[in-house]
């Protein structure tokens, strides 16, 4: 276990920016091992995105929240699982302005995205229902914990299910870049083994990046005049979000668009799940302790993740700096979020 409260801050200061960077160079990586299980497996980049690289770049965010709460410092905990959310939604936009063929929403519109998000905003719904009823625990344990699990696994389901027999499709343009669920001829294929193998040391470089993160924004609240809540809706989230940036701008360059927004909304839900998983080190109910903060970050990332389902059904195909209303929309309310939690 580390400690750094009563450290140098340059030392801190030095322990966060290395632990954002191992984050960003196993996260870069990410996005081509799991372009490859996508097409090996055949479940899509959609979903393959959510699954595998939506879980894997999110080790670090769910490993702070968990340390954090666990060490009796509950803002920190929900800022930074509710700081990613909006971080990572104005990734997309950043992706978008990668991507020059077309508006990214436009490119990358399936049913399986849509459904993605439709199943983050009803993730997003529960803790704020929590923390408008009194505190409760069941087992040290509040019940909507366990309800935000069982509607992610659900999810993962219907996920499954509308890829395999979807009801009704995206109109095809000269645009559209479809999933490439099919395997693709490799140079020098990697055996099945090794991609796991690889897949998994990534993840472990990841979630330990994510302790320290943990650990050097403690010490941050401790040196600094910040709050628990500016500190991991700020910096730790941010830091924590990294590789859903590089993974979404690497899989836009190499054409797999549908992966890029699979990542990041997939990611987005697994950042939902973090407040289950801190409630359970928590003593006590997180969403008790959820700041007026706390609810205008959720209420702007459901929000963010509006405007960007009506984009992806509306497929403008290009817009402001050639990028389309919701990329710009969704970089204002970003910014707009960053304001109001200082001011």
């Known amino acids: 276990m580390i400690d750094l409260t009563g450290q140098p801050a340059w030392i801190v200061v030095g322990v966060f920016v290395l632990s954002a960077a191992a984050i960003t160079a196993a996260g870069w990586r990410l996005s081509s091992v799991a372009d490859k299980l996508a097409d090996r497996t055949g479940m899509g980049e959609v979903v393959a995105g959510a699954v595998f690289v939506g879980a894997a770049t999110s080790l670090p965010g769910a490993i702070t929240s968990m340390s954090t709460a666990a060490q009796d410092a509950p803002q920190l905990a929900i800022g930074n699982a509710l700081g990613g959310l909006t971080a990572q939604t104005a990734f997309i936009a950043v992706a978008d302005l990668f991507y020059r063929r077309a508006n990214l929403e436009h490119a990358a519109a399936s049913v399986t995205g849509l459904a993605q998000g439709v199943l983050l905003t009803v993730l997003l719904a529960i803790p704020l229902l929590a923390n408008a009823q009194p505190p409760f625990t069941l087992w040290g344990v509040h019940p909507a914990s366990l309800v935000i699990l069982a509607c992610y696994a659900f999810g993962l389901r219907l996920l499954t299910l509308i890829k395999e027999e979807p009801m009704w499709q995206p109109v095809q343009t000269s645009e559209t870049r479809e999933e490439q669920s099919e395997p693709r001829q490799e140079d020098n294929p990697a055996s099945d083994r090794r991609l796991w193998l690889e897949f998994a040391v990534l993840a472990a470089i990841t979630a330990a990046a994510g302790y320290t993160i ?75 302790e959820m700041t007026g903060q706390d609810r205008t970050t959720t209420l702007i990332a459901i929000l963010m993740t509006g405007v960007l389902l009506l984009g992806m059904i509306r497929r403008q195909r290009e817009g402001v700096v050639k990028i389309g209303f919701e990329s710009a929309a969704v970089l204002l309310l970003y910014a707009g979020s960053i304001v109001l939690l200082f001011v």
């Open 214 to 288: 943990g650990e050097s924004s403690l010490a941050l609240v401790a040196i600094s005049p910040l709050s628990q809540t500016a500190v991991g809706t700020a910096f730790a989230a941010v830091a924590n979000s990294l590789p859903e940036l590089v993974t979404a701008i690497a899989a836009v360059r190499i054409g797999a668009v549908s992966l890029a927004v699979g990542d990041v909304i997939g990611g987005n839900s697994f950042e939902v799940m973090f407040l289950s998983a801190a409630d359970m080190f928590y003593d006590g109910s997180i969403y008790a």
